[in-house]
């Protein structure tokens, strides 16, 4: 099976030979070039800003660059590989060479979605797409159904997150090269797990970003960004800027077979048109050749428009397929950790209480004032929405990787509230999302790494120390220094997983815990979601950290939630129902008679359809 997806501009290898080569220049009068190191080739200009020229002696494995009046020798935007970092040549390939041996792979249904977020260089010791290939089967047997790719777009240096990408069409070449990830995607599909990817499309990395020298319309003045100007959706000369970013969603879909894309931080995307880019790279996806596949577009987005999430009468998706819900993560940890500082100021009134509206409206902010945004309200009406449009989870890189010393929950909580935190997760209906080591409580932390020049690496250092300063624990310059470096090797080299402890205690029986309740949720719940609609969730405090929760499922049965969040004991009444699951501090007979310990959650099924 060959699979390829042309595109208006970059490097495309002809049928009957030769590379077609275009780039929008709309910044220059005159475009070189250079193939493989030779004398620079004049590229034809053509109208509004394009240049091109089909060479007949191009093949794939050609390198190439493009010269700039001035001399500057830039790689194609458009690359799909660039085998020497993101200032060097681009690499033409033939995405034709490569044979998919999945042809009869339609991807999952969204109520099948456990999702779990990995990031390639840190996730094996090889730190790479082949790497990866050799933990699916763990995956498999852990009970995961869709892996999330952190960015691979070629970012600068040798390790990164990946959101400082400036190439989005090239895997960045530290993690191999695009038949590597190919066949990552092709391995994952031959064991039913989707594959999803993270891409960025509300601004390019500081550094290997050549597209201001020859196309400043890329981007637009009028809207400031934390990183600049914005990416250019809504001004003149947009239509090509939009073109780039929908023909990456169908490269991404088709090129790659992927399941899915991730849309990362949304809210930071500056665009006043209509339809606005997310309308337009929603209908992106469901324009995807052979749409008896299920692929499915997540969100981030703190702004919480629940418009981009909406159902027709029918339950089909208007725009997007879910979205990361903060909410429900910053509940959750206040209520493990006590931590109230920065954006948890949000959550620390009531937070079992706000954990409950995430649990059966979607946010937690739907229009109220926040604290934290100094009475800014945030968020939209979200109850009418399916549980599946809202993921969930404990932990992810954002929520880690930002705290100064990267430290997971599971290195803040006791183990008595991660085990009560992972049975809420698990077996909730929303799909939920684990971080790479958090179903074995690894030791490692996740630190924020990158591998930027010298000069660009000592200002990242030093902004992000100050960032904590405002924080009362980095007061002293002294304390602040102790900040990993981010780009230091040895803060990379912390933050690889260690594979071996999962053969250790504590983290076996950790293991083993989340291995239990995704079973559950395979037998129990998973076939039982679709069709659900909003569940007409039913919520009961029961003390100010004590929930009880009821959600009709598809075929309609009843799921129950008895959740005590807290240090004190809490009398209850038993729901009716098969106990699915009880955390290890249960005792049966106590929690018949009403008796739900501190740190406790308790889940029944009463079965009406599926048996």
């Known amino acids: 099976m060959k699979r390829q997806h042309s595109m208006p501009f970059g490097a495309e290898p002809l049928a009957d030979g030769g590379v077609r080569f275009r780039l929008w220049a709309p910044g220059v009068a005159t475009v070189g070039l250079q193939l493989d190191g030779a004398a620079d080739l004049p590229m034809t200009a053509a109208a509004d800003g394009w240049f091109e020229l089909t060479v ?151 550094e290997g970003n050549y597209l201001h020298a020859y196309a400043p319309t890329f981007f637009n003045p009028a809207h400031e960004t934390p990183w600049g100007a914005a990416i250019n959706f809504d001004g003149e000369g947009s239509r090509t800027v939009r073109d780039f970013f929908v023909h990456n969603v169908l490269y991404w879909l088709e090129e790659f077979h992927l399941d899915g894309l991730r849309l990362d931080a949304i809210h930071a995307i500056c665009d006043d048109s209509t339809p606005d880019i997310i309308e337009e790279l929603a209908a992106a996806f469901k324009s995807v050749p052979g749409r008896a596949r299920h692929v499915h577009m997540v969100l981030e987005n703190e702004h919480n428009q629940a418009r981009y999430l909406g159902r027709d009468d029918f339950g089909r998706l208007l725009h997007g397929t879910a979205q990361w819900n903060d909410d429900i993560h910053h509940c959750f940890h206040v209520l493990a950790t006590g931590e109230t500082d920065g954006y948890y100021t949000d959550y620390a009134s009531d937070p079992a209480r706000r954990l409950g509206r995430c649990l059966t409206e979607g946010f937690a902010y739907q229009g109220e004032a926040s604290t934290f945004a100094h009475g800014k309200l945030r968020g939209e009406a979200s109850a009418h929405l399916p549980p599946a449009a809202f993921i969930n989870f404990l932990q992810n890189h954002d929520q880690i990787g930002n705290r100064a010393f990267g430290e997971r929950l599971s290195h803040l909580a006791s183990p008595l509230a991660m085990e009560a935190l992972t049975a809420v997760l698990l077996l909730a209906p929303q799909p939920p999302l684990l971080f790479m080591g958090e179903e074995f409580a690894s030791a490692q932390p996740f630190l924020f790494f990158c591998d930027f020049g010298p000069e660009l690496a000592r200002l990242v250092t030093e902004g992000r120390r100050r960032e904590f300063s405002r924080f009362a624990r980095f007061a002293d310059p002294a304390v602040r220094e102790s900040i990993p470096d981010p780009n230091a090797l040895a803060t990379f080299e912390t933050c690889v997983l260690d594979w071996s402890a999962t053969a250790r205690e504590p983290q076996r029986t950790t293991l083993e815990l989340h291995r239990k309740l995704l079973a559950l949720r395979w037998q129990w719940i998973a076939p039982r979601l679709a069709g659900m609609g909003n569940g007409t969730p039913q919520l009961k405090l029961l003390s100010p950290r004590t929930l009880a929760i009821n959600w009709r499922l598809g075929d309609g049965s009843l799921l129950m939630l008895l959740a005590n969040l807290g240090d004190d004991p809490v009398e209850s009444t038993p729901p009716d129902g098969e106990l699915l699951f009880a955390t290890s501090n249960i005792d049966a007979g106590a929690l018949a008679a009403g008796q739900l310990p501190a740190w406790s959650v308790a889940w029944h099924l009463q079965v009406g359809g599926i048996q």
């Open 56 to 206: 007949a002696e191009a093949q794939p494995g050609s390198r190439y660059l493009f010269r700039l009046p001035d001399g500057l020798l830039v790689p194609d935007p458009a690359s799909r590989f660039n085998p020497d970092d993101v200032h060097g040549a681009s690499e033409v390939v033939a995405p034709a060479a490569f044979d998919w041996p999945d042809e009869e792979w339609r991807g999952r249904p969204w109520e099948e979605a456990a999702i779990y977020e990995l990031h390639i260089g840190s996730f094996t010791t090889a730190g790479d797409f082949n790497g990866a290939i050799e933990r699916l089967d763990y995956l498999v047997e852990l009970g995961v159904t869709a892996l999330e790719i952190m960015p691979v777009s070629d970012f600068p240096g040798a390790r990164n997150w990946g959101y400082d990408g400036v190439l989005p069409f090239a895997p960045d070449a530290a993690y191999g090269r695009p038949e590597d990830f190919k066949r990552l995607i092709a391995a994952a599909h031959e064991r039913g797990l989707m594959v999803l990817l993270d891409v960025v499309y509300n601004h390019f990395g500081p």
